[in-house]
């Protein structure tokens, strides 16, 4: 077993310095500077939004105010809720139950771990 919520904020701090050192970039560019897996670059992209560290102008994300409170707070609340009332609840019953999807998913997961609202049990393959 991992400590995924120390996991996820070294990925959300590896991205940050990335986008530090380059600038604003796509999230192909950010995935390939940074080696996240997607979902890490999602979870990472929730924990720095709910930091209000990132931004996204259509295509690139960079450090500043975040504008992404809107989306992925309301997101996190979806699965907050969703959790709440169902307990233990595994990543592709969230996604069917609230009718997000993958990217929507795991932004959520991110917010919803830097809050300290959730714990995640990934084995070490994932």
Do not use: H
Not at 60 to 84: V, Y
Not at 103 to 110: R, Y
Request: proline content about 2%; hydrophobic content about 35%.
């Amino acid at each position: 077993m991992i400590n995924t919520i120390e996991q996820f904020g070294r990925n959300a701090g590896r991205l940050w310095e990335v986008l530090y050192s380059n600038g604003p970039l796509t999230e192909s560019q950010l995935l390939d500077f940074s080696s996240l897996r997607p979902y890490e670059f999602y979870i990472a992209t929730g924990w720095l939004a709910r930091e209000d560290k990132i931004s996204k102008n259509e295509e690139l994300f960079a450090l500043g105010k975040t504008n992404l409170t809107s989306e992925i707070g309301t997101n996190a609340g979806k699965i907050w809720s969703l959790i709440s009332s169902k307990g233990e609840v595994d990543i592709p019953s969230i996604s069917i139950s609230t009718g997000l999807n993958y990217e929507q998913t795991f932004s959520a997961l991110g917010w919803l771990a830097r809050e300290n609202k959730i714990q995640i049990n990934l084995s070490e393959k994932d």
